[in-house]
């Protein structure tokens, strides 16, 4: 969903967007986006901070209130640093200031979208270290070695998969996976799921060589 209040810019972003494969709902202001997204779901909103009616920072914080998990980018004229982070102390998932090459807002786009929805950039099924991973079937191939998985780990494994080299905390883990805030018990349960995981699908589970143990930070899936 694009939320824009400037025709041009609307237009000229709805034709990049559809040319790159997205289909694109638009609102013109504040309150048609509020009730648009009321009344459908999306994978992710583009949202002007500065609109008629009610402003992005408004949308973005009642969103976020009422519980809205739809991924948000930030869209504004306004590019002083604290601005930013003020966008993204709101709730939004990233931030974009114009002017910005469309190249970069759909990179930009993509990346959210990875982390949010996993299972977008890598599908139901993928190479998973040397595992053949498939999350509908809930299985891991390996040569002539097949093991069943768990949901949970399918959407741990899943998950990890679209975030190559990056140290994934344990409280991003647990939010993304669980959908929940991280409590002490979360910790734990994300320790005992890893380290389940590793039982079935690392050669030495005592020396991990798929997702390692970044001392401090969380883990992450080490591809070469």
């Known amino acids: 969903m694009l939320v824009e209040d400037e025709p041009k810019i609307r237009e000229g ?44 920072e408004q949308l973005c914080t009642r969103w976020r209130q009422q519980g809205l998990p739809t991924p948000i980018i930030m869209v504004t004229a306004k590019g002083l640093e604290h601005e930013r982070i003020a966008g993204l102390d709101l709730g939004s998932d990233d931030y974009v200031t114009k002017p910005f090459s469309l190249e970069e807002l759909l990179a930009r786009i993509k990346a959210v979208l990875r982390r949010t929805d996993p299972g977008r950039s890598v599908g139901r099924q993928f190479v998973f270290g040397n595992w053949q991973i498939d999350v509908a079937a809930l299985k891991a191939v390996r040569q002539e070695r097949q093991i069943e998985i768990s949901p949970r780990e399918a959407q741990i494994i899943q998950y990890f998969a679209a975030n190559p080299n990056r140290v994934i905390s344990r409280e991003e883990l647990y939010e993304k996976v669980w959908h929940d805030q ?23 589970p005592a020396n991990p060589m798929i997702i390692t143990t970044v001392r401090g930070a969380g883990y992450r899936y080490d591809v070469g």
């Open 182 to 204: 991280m409590t002490d018990l979360g910790t734990r349960t994300v320790d005992v799921h890893i380290a389940k995981l590793r039982g079935k699908i690392e050669h030495d």
């Open 13 to 56: 972003l709805v034709d990049f967007l559809e040319f790159h494969g997205f289909g694109v709902t638009v609102a013109e202001d504040g309150l048609q986006a509020e009730r648009t997204v009321s009344e459908r779901r999306f994978d992710l909103i583009l949202l002007d901070r500065m609109l008629p009616q009610i402003s992005g």
